[in-house]
């Protein structure tokens, strides 16, 4: 049995019986967490909590370490002095054999440099296609994008979402441990609902944020007029003018309604009821929303941009669209029997390539291969 780790701040968002808002890396974390419990391994997670938070109950005997206090400490200056001590002395006691990071960043150099001197083994998840390649340089500053390499070079392992990604650590980093391993997908033990989908409504459902591209979920909307569409979503946490001009215009469409945001328990049946999920995203390595569509029996609506290897072309689990027209002259073209083919080939697929202990047993199995055992005498011989 090996002890994780689990370091991500909005993770409790999802372990509390009050869920609130947060992205698809979290919702992944979720299911790793989940998926290694029920292999038998020991699993602990470092969030960001308050006193107000009660945990659900499959989450009640996970210990939680609470991350330093956001608003402590001068700017600039609060990671040396603060928040980086903070840390460190909260991995060290926690004796973790492996630390997980799910969004890398300028801050995953100084999670590797601390595992190293720990002796963790650390692990870092790629959340997205863009931290790979220009899209990541052309939005952060060059110091940002060394931090980042140098922390990826000094991880012990990384867990690509795609090929795509894979290639690219390959290439970067060709001594690397790294391997493409699907998203672990969670179900709290509850039967799948089972809708006509026939009468449902074309669902979107995401934070709205840049890179879920408002606009063209505007245009398809105005397009498809004689569709009803839902849109179930909140702002998130970085507000662009793009985003909120298309959000207002959003409303004022009378083929467009809003639900909110909807906590776990209400995804499901959200999906379940509707024809197709949309995706208008401008990038993702891999959506989870994919998987939560396709578990009810509900195919996706897909840009080029995210088809993580051509899957949902191959196996047949929606339509992938170049632009708004081509998607409406698919969107015509779809019969009765290849909505059912297409149904049906989504659930099978996330039965066979998604289930969280399936996967959770895939990275245990990577990890025996490549790791040498960690004994709890490494951590006796950690400096101070």
């Known amino acids: 049995m090996a002890r994780f780790l689990f370091i991500d701040?909005?993770?409790i968002n999802l372990m509390q019986v009050n869920e609130k808002p947060c992205g698809g890396s979290a919702v992944q974390t979720y299911g790793w967490i989940l998926g290694l419990i029920e292999q038998g391994?020991?699993?602990?997670?470092?969030t960001n909590t308050d006193s107000k938070y009660v945990l659900k109950d499959e989450c009640r005997n996970i210990r939680i370490l609470p991350m330093y206090n956001f608003n402590k400490g001068i700017r600039w200056f609060r990671w040396l002095y603060y928040r980086l001590p903070h840390t460190y002395k909260k991995i060290k006691a926690a004796k973790p054999d492996y630390l997980y990071s799910g969004i890398a960043g300028w801050g995953t150099l100084l999670l590797a440099i601390t595992c190293r001197i720990l002796h963790v083994k650390y692990i870092?998840?790629?959340?997205?296609?863009?931290?790979?390649?220009?899209?990541?340089?052309?939005?952060?500053?060059?110091?940002?994008?060394?931090?980042?390499?140098?922390?990826?070079?000094?991880?012990?392992h990384i867990?690509?979402?795609?090929?795509y990604q894979l290639l690219k650590i390959k290439k970067?980093?060709?001594?690397?441990?790294?391997?493409k391993i699907s998203n672990p997908y969670y179900l709290n033990n509850q039967e799948l609902p089972k809708e006509d989908h026939s009468g449902g409504y074309i669902a979107w459902l995401g934070l709205y944020r840049y890179p879920k591209n408002l606009k063209l979920l505007y245009q398809v909307a105005s397009l498809l007029k004689k569709e009803q569409f839902m849109v179930a979503g909140k702002a998130g946490s970085n507000s662009d003018e793009e985003t909120s001009t298309y959000l207002e215009k959003l409303k004022q469409l009378p083929n467009v309604k809003f639900s909110g945001f909807l906590d776990r328990t209400q995804v499901l049946p959200f999906l379940a009821k509707a024809k197709f999920l949309l995706n208008t995203s401008r990038f993702e390595g891999f959506s989870n929303t994919f998987l939560e569509s396709w578990s009810v029996g509900t195919p996706v609506l897909s840009t080029i941009n995210v088809n993580p290897d051509s899957i949902i072309s191959n196996h047949e689990l929606g339509i992938v669209y170049k632009d708004v027209f081509e998607l409406c002259s698919k969107y015509a073209s779809v019969t009765p029997q290849l909505y059912q083919l297409m149904?049906?080939?989504?659930?099978?697929?996330?039965?066979?390539y998604h289930d969280y202990r399936i996967v959770a047993r895939q990275l245990l199995?990577?990890?025996?291969?490549?790791?040498?055992?960690?004994?709890?005498?490494?951590?006796?011989?950690?400096?101070a």
């Open 9 to 11: 701040e909005k993770i």
């Open 41 to 46: 391994q020991e699993v602990l997670v470092m």
């Open 124 to 156: 870092q998840r790629i959340s997205s296609d863009a931290h790979l390649d220009k899209r990541f340089r052309e939005s952060n500053s060059a110091i940002h994008q060394l931090l980042m390499y140098w922390g990826l070079k000094m991880s012990h």
């Open 159 to 163: 867990l690509c979402q795609n090929n």
């Open 172 to 179: 970067k980093f060709p001594h690397k441990s790294a391997i």
């Open 343 to 352: 149904a049906e080939n989504g659930r099978q697929y996330v039965a066979h």
């Open 365 to 383: 199995n990577y990890l025996s291969k490549t790791d040498k055992p960690i004994t709890s005498s490494t951590y006796f011989n950690a400096p």
